[in-house]
């Protein structure tokens, strides 16, 4: 069974790069030289682990802690297989789409979402290993919230310390964030305000007060949602304070991580 899983992750994973090339396929024509300067003007932004046969051969920043945006999904889809393996959830369970739209804000993933319900052609219902595979190889956020809903916060937050991840901040949901200036004020000033005043901890309540509307009332999500756009609610500086908010960990643990036993 481990085995079983063992590939259905791999070949995941496999999808999620491939696809993730020829979404940006202008990209590919960059060449090293152009990482290089990016990473000579940006040296305090960059951080870089690269472990080759139990051997560090490079490390840049590897202790700095950064906002890991989609990285962090590799997290939830670890606590998935375990999951999986333990016999907690199976791959072939049923999940109505309806229920992962309630996670979903419409243009705000680059398509990602969309274009995983494109090629599948679902119907009104999709499979567990379905979402998996529209959280890493498609990067919805809809799907990786949905899967962190359905495997419990406090959980996946358990594993990360069990697994080791100890410079790894607690994991929050995705989506959420996006409505944060409509959830707090109707003016995008007075938003950022409100919203660069937040602790932790608040910050971690205002995060779940939002998820559980997404989740129970989805009119209340549709209207928060329709104020975000009408009044223009994410302003590049509102944008840059929610980079920040993003879970953060170092390429240092991540690069340990990912060495770990299946």
């Keep these: 069974m481990l085995l079983k899983i063992g590939l259905v992750v791999i070949g ?124 890493m190889q498609f990067s919805s956020n809809a799907c990786t919230d949905y899967l962190i809903d359905r495997l419990g916060l406090e959980k996946i937050n358990d594993q990360m310390k069990q697994a080791g991840l100890t410079e790894h901040d607690e994991l929050m949901p995705l989506t959420p964030m996006i409505l944060w200036s409509a959830y707090v004020s109707d003016r995008r000033r007075d938003a950022f305000k409100k919203m660069s005043g937040v602790s932790e901890e608040q910050y971690k309540s205002l995060m779940n007060e939002i998820f559980n509307i997404m989740k129970n009332d989805p009119e209340h999500k549709k209207a928060l949602e329709e104020k975000m756009k009408k009044k223009n609610l994410l302003g590049w500086r509102i944008q840059s304070l929610l980079t920040q908010k993003l879970t953060k960990s170092t390429t240092n643990q991540y690069a340990h991580f990912m060495k770990l036993p299946g």
Excluded: C
């Excluded at 989609?70 to 939830?76: A, D, F, G, M, P």
């Excluded at 791959?91 to 804000?105: C, G, H, N, P, Q």
């Design 12 to 135: 995941v994973v496999i999808l999620y790069v491939v696809v993730q090339v020829l979404l940006y396929k202008r990209d590919m024509k960059k060449t090293k030289e152009d990482l290089l300067t990016f990473v000579t003007k940006n040296k305090k932004d960059v951080s870089v682990t690269i472990i080759e046969n139990d051997d560090v051969v490079l490390e840049w920043n590897a202790d700095q802690k950064t906002p890991l945006a989609s990285t962090v999904k590799l997290v939830v889809l670890f606590h998935f297989v375990k999951a999986v393996s333990s016999g907690a959830i199976k791959l072939e369970e049923k999940v109505a789409l309806s229920d992962i739209e309630r996670f979903y804000i419409d243009r705000t993933d680059g398509g990602a979402h969309a274009y995983w319900l494109e090629v599948n052609d679902f119907s009104e219902h999709a499979t567990l290993l379905d979402v998996a595979k529209g959280m």
